[in-house]
């Protein structure tokens, strides 16, 4: 049976195809559009799931929504009368679009539907999921784990923002849950939005600043904003937020507590800032840790999987495992809402459908989360021809021991191989990568090729077998979704001077043998890499640790700020051209950038130009 899964209309639309229960494909419309957290209905993405498939749309049996409007559509309106009459600027602005789409979204999803199949009736195949119950399936049914307590967080679904129960088998279920308007998800937006940047695209942002402040207003926070019970139930004060009723996150009793005004997007950042950013995230960090403490000891189970968009803060997730209440845990890889399409159609298969479920332990059912799509070396080489790029083709052992010279030469490579990922992190198959033993890569990268804020960190992709020499790690880490700590050995004590060092200032400090992605906590977000989920990958690296010593490189999305990672080798070489990434791997090809005609190298630059 072939199951189509859709997510959209909110953001972040998406789409994933699973045949007799077996994840075959699933990708991010953003990812074609080029439009950042494109919400449309996902045509782009559904016809790459197809394609991958073999399949047309007429052939699909179930189309699942990954989650009930009308449910949400209730939480909208209850939530206006309990305000009223607060927020009816925002009620009017809202209602419009509800009432002419999201109101009637089956018979919109019908429609869409039928423009591609008009033979079939999609309103007997179709289907609805509810928003968690999507989340949680796509954490645990993928998962290597035959039983596991289940932990969603998010902003909100359609009445739920945190839930919680046990896989076991084919079966979910879920027991426990804190509805809006209390959410953790929605507090961190609220510091996101406070301290200048986007809701739902900048909370790794306001993570990534965290380690460069200390947490002064963890008290005022858990004092006046939010009421956290040993369990990690939790209440938040709705006086101090605007998000239920208003068109703003926080409100100007909000501005008082702390003493600051709103920051706007280009003002510079300050060490209350950075302080505010290491408040929230300790904050994170408390509420996510007594959960999984309470949920361990009420199950009894010693794994653990997450999903929803808080599940992306790899750094509570790494908190919550060395804690040790949980042996082991998963995070399924496209945790926010494009993730709720491939759990809307796992959660058909099993739960509604009721079929049983295959455990895949080696390591688990999301191949790596290369479901993509990929492009043979005669696209790849049209595509070059056609940009005008000057090429090599190269067999695959000179292909990686040429970028692995570049790599060692302190070059910026862009790396195009196989399936692109699912989820919001490139994984060695759409990435930039750079030499980690490099004092400047992290400022080169950030400045010269991303175009972004320079404190974001970078993260390193190590082998598997040599992550417990570099890292204070044991486990696999092949998402890129746990932060731990270079080993003591590896790093470097701090003058005194360095370490009386504020804020961005810590910066620039050199701090372990891998300077490029240790951050100013002597932490980093760890890839695991695999020679079973992506063996190029993997041998670049092997030949890498070869010339170098080191088994590891620096790992980045493939794209500059604003734009989504690249799809297509015409977004690979259109980003390789507009920045100052030097070196591209793109199939059996190498590009050097000194090899291209330097006009069209501007030309691609000119396309780039951020404010």
Not at 41 to 55: D, R, V, W, Y
Not at 370 to 388: F, K, M, Q
């Amino acid at each position: 049976m072939r199951i189509l899964g859709i997510s959209a209309f909110y953001h972040d639309s998406a789409a994933a195809l699973v045949v007799d229960g077996k994840i075959v494909a699933a990708a991010q419309e953003e990812r074609f559009t080029r439009r950042k957290q494109d919400a449309r209905f996902p045509k782009s993405a559904i016809a790459a799931c197809l394609a991958q498939g073999g399949i047309t749309l007429a052939d699909v049996d179930r189309v699942v929504f990954y989650e009930k409007p009308f449910l949400k559509f209730e939480r909208l309106i209850e939530t206006y009368l309990a305000f009223a009459p607060r927020g009816f600027g925002s009620f009017l602005k809202a209602m419009p679009l509800w009432l002419k789409e999201k109101l009637f979204l089956k018979k919109l999803l019908v429609d869409e539907l039928k423009a591609i199949a008009p033979d079939c009736d999609w309103n007997e195949r179709l289907l609805f999921s509810e928003h968690h119950y999507s989340h949680a399936a796509s954490a645990f049914y993928p998962s290597p784990f035959e039983e596991a307590a289940i932990l969603t967080m998010d902003g909100v679904g359609e009445w739920a923002a945190s839930s919680a129960g046990i896989g076991r088998g084919a079966r979910i279920t879920l027991d426990r849950e804190i509805q809006f308007p209390h959410s953790l998800g929605l507090l961190y937006s609220a510091f996101t939005y406070y301290t200048g940047f986007k809701v739902n695209s900048g909370e790794y942002k306001v993570m990534g600043l965290a380690p460069y402040g200390t947490p002064r207003f963890t008290p005022t926070i858990l004092e006046h904003l939010i009421d956290v019970k040993d369990d990690g139930s939790f209440k938040l004060d709705l006086s101090y937020f605007d998000y239920c009723t208003g068109l703003r996150m926080t409100n100007d009793r909000f501005a008082r507590l702390f003493g600051l005004p709103d920051r706007s997007a280009d003002q510079l950042l300050t060490q209350d800032h950075m302080d505010l950013a290491a408040s929230i995230q300790d904050v994170t960090e408390i509420v996510m840790r007594r959960t999984a403490r309470s949920l361990a000891k009420e199950y009894g189970l010693k794994k653990l999987c997450l999903a929803g968009g808080v599940a992306l803060n790899c750094v509570a997730n790494g908190k919550i495992l060395k804690d040790g209440h949980f042996d082991e845990i998963w995070i399924q890889p496209a945790a926010g809402d494009a993730g709720g399409a491939l759990g809307a159609a796992l959660a058909a298969w099993h739960m509604e459908l009721g079929h049983p479920r295959h455990v895949e332990t080696a390591p688990d059912a999301m191949q790596g989360a290369y479901l993509g799509p990929s492009y043979t070396d005669a696209e790849i080489e049209a595509a070059l021809i056609a940009a005008g790029a000057r090429f090599t083709k190269l067999s695959p052992d000179e292909l990686i021991a040429s970028t692995a010279k570049a790599l060692a030469d302190g070059k910026a490579v862009g790396w195009f191989q196989g399936r692109m990922e699912f989820g919001p992190r490139a994984l060695g198959a759409r990435s930039i990568l750079g030499d980690p033993r490099s004092p400047s890569m992290q400022k080169l990268l950030n400045l010269k090729v991303k175009y972004r804020e320079s404190f974001r960190p970078f993260a390193p992709s190590v082998l598997r077998e040599a992550v417990s020499d570099w890292f204070e790690l044991e486990c696999d880490s092949p998402y890129m979704l746990l932060v731990a700590g270079v080993r003591p050995e590896r790093r470097r004590a701090m003058t005194a001077d360095e370490e009386n060092l504020f804020g961005i200032d810590k910066l620039n400090v050199v701090r372990s043998d891998i300077p490029a992605v240790t951050h100013v906590d002597y932490s980093a977000r760890v890839q695991t890499v695999h020679r079973e989920t992506n063996p190029i990958y993997h041998a670049l690296i092997e030949a890498f640790a070869a010339q170098t010593g080191c088994p590891i490189v620096v790992n980045t999305s493939f794209n500059v700020r604003g734009e989504p990672i690249v799809c297509t080798p015409d977004d690979a070489f259109r980003c390789f051209m507009g920045t100052d990434i030097e070196t591209l791997a793109v199939g059996s090809f190498y590009l050097e950038k000194s090899d291209q005609d330097p006009a069209l190298a501007l030309n691609y630059k000119d396309a780039f130009e951020l404010d």
